[in-house]
């Protein structure tokens, strides 16, 4: 991430007068972005509705790359206001923005939220290693020795102690920050445990690390979490991908397989013994403050105890709460609008 300066107060001003003349148009706060993050904010679209008897903002659930596309789309009524994330933005997504105009960013960082692999409940229960998902789902593993096509149909070609079935796993496509979470934290690792792939360096690396398979066994099922549900109930022997407050939602339909001996649970995400696990943020586009109704408090009520604090109506939904010093660091960049500071 580059570091993002805060506008001038003319140059602020400016941008104010250019979309306020447009601003009747919409009433609305706009959102896009994380299918992650989407059941948590529209949970606080609701309640800011029902609090204010403002309109409810209109939430949508476009994806992380997505969400910071329309994002960074330009500054006006035409744009949208906030963006979900299930990772932090990338460098070329600040340039983005900064060439559209969009150059004072307040980065929200909500809390946790674990990955899950998960079956229905109706499927038998599985446990499997950060190696194994690896295997089941790279472009390319190592056999003998050899990095080669993946070979893999079925659980039992990877171990015999794995059911004899055919690998179906339902995951998010490239612009989800789900898929790259997913990628990071389990692709990377389980490569690593193969001798002939740690040996591989740069590009050659990252490409057998980073490719997931395109024969079959992994499936990629766009951003709606719901269609997965209906998927894994159809298919009890295949799989699905997705954040864990989507699981936690569907409890009642789905289980979580653990990893690495560890399975998804608010308890072991919290503690960080399930080590397959992400931070999830909005991001605010300041010139936006003061002109599109009732940004500052929609803020107010995401950044809230209420919200996102310790037994929280998110945290109720699967949000993992950050600590409550992180919380008051948080609520007040996000309330006084504080740009993005340079990072790593």
Same mark, same amino acid.
């Given at each position: 991430m580059?570091l993002i300066h805060s506008?001038?107060?003319? *140059?602020?001003?400016?941008?104010t007068?250019?979309?306020?003349t447009?601003?009747?148009a919409?009433?609305?706060i ?6 992650t993050?989407?059941p948590?904010t529209?949970a606080v679209? /609701?309640?800011?509705?029902?609090? =204010?008897?403002?309109a409810a903002? $209109? ?6 790359g997505g969400g ?7 500054v ?6 906030? =963006?979900?994330?299930s990772?932090a933005?990338?460098d070329? /997504?600040?340039?983005?923005?900064a060439e *559209?105009?969009v150059t ?5 960082l909500?809390g946790?939220?674990g990955?899950?692999v998960a079956h229905?409940r109706?499927g038998k229960?599985?446990?499997l290693?950060?190696?194994?998902l690896?295997q089941?789902?790279?472009?390319k593993?190592e $056999?003998?020795g050899?990095? $080669? ?7 039992s070609?990877?171990?015999?102690s794995l059911?004899d079935s055919?690998i179906t $796993?339902?995951g998010?496509?490239?612009t989800?920050?789900?898929r790259d979470?997913f990628?990071?934290l ?10 002939a792939?740690k040996a591989?360096?740069?590009? *050659?690396?990252?490409?057998?690390c ?9 499936v /990629?099922?766009?951003?709606n979490d %719901?269609?997965?549900?209906?998927r894994l109930e159809?298919?009890p022997t295949?799989?699905?991908?997705f954040?864990?407050s989507f699981?936690?939602e %569907?409890q009642d339909?789905?289980i979580?397989t ?12 919290a503690?960080?013994?399930y080590?397959?696990s992400?931070?999830l ?6 010139a ?11 803020l107010?009520?995401? =950044? ?5 604090g ?6 109720e939904?699967?949000l ?7 919380? /008051? ?13 340079a990072?790593?």
């Amino acid at each position: 991430m580059k570091l993002i300066h805060s506008v001038s107060a003319i *140059a602020l001003a400016a941008v104010t007068v250019s979309i306020a003349t447009g601003a009747e148009a919409r009433d609305q706060i706009r959102i896009v972005g994380s299918s992650t993050v989407f059941p948590y904010t529209q949970a606080v679209a /609701e309640q800011f509705a029902a609090a =204010t008897g403002s309109a409810a903002p $209109v939430v949508e659930s476009t994806g992380t790359g997505g969400g910071f596309k329309a994002f960074c789309g330009g500054v006006g009524v035409d744009h949208a206001d906030i =963006t979900g994330a299930s990772r932090a933005i990338k460098d070329s /997504e600040v340039k983005s923005c900064a060439e *559209a105009g969009v150059t004072s960013i307040t980065e929200v960082l909500l809390g946790y939220d674990g990955l899950s692999v998960a079956h229905a409940r109706s499927g038998k229960e599985l446990s499997l290693t950060k190696a194994q998902l690896f295997q089941a789902l790279a472009a390319k593993v190592e $056999v003998d020795g050899q990095v $080669v096509d993946n070979p893999y149909k079925k659980w039992s070609e990877i171990d015999a102690s794995l059911p004899d079935s055919a690998i179906t $796993v339902f995951g998010p496509p490239p612009t989800s920050g789900t898929r790259d979470a997913f990628v990071e934290l389990v692709m990377h690792p389980g490569c690593d445990a193969f001798p002939a792939i740690k040996a591989l360096e740069g590009d *050659a690396k990252k490409e057998v690390c980073e490719r997931m398979r395109q024969d079959g066994p992994f499936v /990629e099922a766009g951003e709606n979490d %719901n269609l997965i549900v209906q998927r894994l109930e159809a298919d009890p022997t295949s799989l699905g991908i997705f954040g864990y407050s989507f699981l936690y939602e %569907n409890q009642d339909k789905l289980i979580g397989t653990p990893v690495d001996g560890v399975a998804p649970s608010t308890e072991t995400i919290a503690d960080g013994s399930y080590a397959v696990s992400r931070p999830l943020y909005i991001y605010v586009k300041n010139a936006h403050r003061g002109v599109i109704p009732g940004m500052d408090d929609f803020l107010k009520e995401y =950044t809230s105890e209420a919200a996102f604090g310790e037994g929280g109506y998110l945290a109720e939904r699967g949000l993992i709460p950050l600590s409550p010093e992180k919380r /008051e660091e948080v609520r007040k960049a996000t309330l006084e609008g504080t740009p993005m500071a340079a990072s790593q």
